[in-house]
């Protein structure tokens, strides 16, 4: 079976810092691994995903994570956060090929200080 | 694409109702999830379905929670009798099978059960 677990529940930043938010998974198969982020009273959207090739990802809004196999792991970063990214972030895991259930981590609530 | 349907978006019903969510999936995607996001619990998967089937309903939580898809473009969550402890907020999100595996989200219902 496949895990996913956030690090952190929330992550203080100060606007125009750089922030990361951790994500580690767990897997005895290969598998794809998502960002996804919910604004206030919203749905989840699709920020990125990793399937196959480059380790590093870019996403929508300036976001890109880097998947590491050999640290079962794959983090979020951007270089520059603004007041607009306050929002939660969820890391979600899937495996390689079926057509299966997405599991989701408990989320990372991302706090934008002025 | 309209993306995501569902409906109502809130739902505000006394103990021991019967509450009916519903759903209309992107069109031409061929998976369907039900999820109950809570702030105690964070995001749950309650059951999906490929192809209108159900495949993995363990995570509803007991038999007052029905799930059904007679169609590719509709499906419905049933609560019979709702408690207060349903409150949450039900997501429905599709993917397509033939696609990349991300799931597209609906916009939430957030249901009150007083």
Same mark, same amino acid.
């Given at each position: 079976? &496949?895990?996913? #677990?956030?690090?952190?529940?929330?992550?203080?930043?100060?606007?125009?810092?750089?922030?990361?938010?951790?994500?580690?998974?767990?897997?005895?198969?290969?598998?794809?691994?998502?960002?996804?982020?919910?604004?206030?009273?919203?749905?989840?959207?699709?920020?990125?995903?990793?399937?196959?090739?480059?380790?590093?990802?870019?996403?929508?809004?300036?976001?890109?994570?880097?998947?590491?196999?050999? &640290? #079962?792991?794959?983090?979020?970063?951007?270089?520059?956060?603004?007041?607009?990214? #306050?929002?939660?972030?969820?890391?979600?895991?899937?495996?390689?090929?079926?057509?299966?259930?997405?599991?989701?981590?408990?989320? #990372?609530?991302?706090?934008?200080?002025? | 694409?309209?993306?995501?349907?569902?409906?109502?978006?809130?739902?505000?019903?006394?103990?021991?109702?019967? =509450?009916?969510?519903?759903?209309?999936?992107?069109?031409?995607?061929?998976?369907?999830?039900?999820?109950?996001?809570?702030?105690?619990?964070?995001?749950?998967?309650?059951?999906?379905?490929?192809?209108?089937?159900?495949?993995?309903?363990?995570?509803?939580?007991?038999?007052?929670?029905?799930?059904?898809?007679?169609?590719?473009?509709?499906? %419905?969550?049933?609560?019979?009798?709702?408690?207060?402890?349903?409150?949450? =907020?039900?997501?429905?999100?599709?993917?397509?099978?033939?696609? %990349?595996?991300?799931?597209?989200?609906?916009?939430?219902?957030?249901?009150? =059960? %007083?």
């Amino acid at each position: 079976a &496949q895990s996913v #677990t956030q690090l952190d529940s929330q992550v203080p930043v100060f606007e125009e810092a750089p922030v990361e938010l951790r994500c580690n998974y767990s897997s005895s198969v290969s598998v794809y691994l998502f960002w996804y982020v919910q604004y206030p009273n919203q749905g989840l959207q699709l920020l990125l995903k990793y399937l196959s090739g480059s380790t590093l990802v870019k996403g929508i809004n300036g976001f890109e994570a880097e998947f590491n196999k050999s &640290q #079962t792991s794959f983090h979020l970063r951007k270089p520059s956060v603004h007041i607009s990214d #306050t929002a939660e972030y969820f890391c979600a895991v899937s495996r390689m090929n079926r057509d299966d259930k997405i599991i989701f981590g408990k989320g #990372t609530r991302l706090h934008i200080l002025p | 694409d309209a993306g995501v349907i569902q409906s109502p978006r809130h739902e505000v019903t006394e103990m021991g109702q019967e =509450v009916t969510l519903r759903c209309k999936p992107i069109s031409g995607h061929n998976s369907l999830f039900w999820y109950r996001q809570t702030m105690m619990r964070g995001l749950e998967l309650l059951i999906y379905f490929n192809n209108n089937v159900p495949i993995d309903d363990s995570g509803m939580p007991e038999d007052r929670f029905s799930a059904k898809m007679p169609n590719a473009s509709f499906s %419905t969550l049933k609560i019979q009798p709702s408690e207060p402890r349903d409150s949450a =907020v039900y997501f429905c999100a599709s993917s397509s099978l033939a696609g %990349t595996y991300e799931q597209y989200f609906g916009p939430g219902t957030r249901l009150t =059960v %007083t």
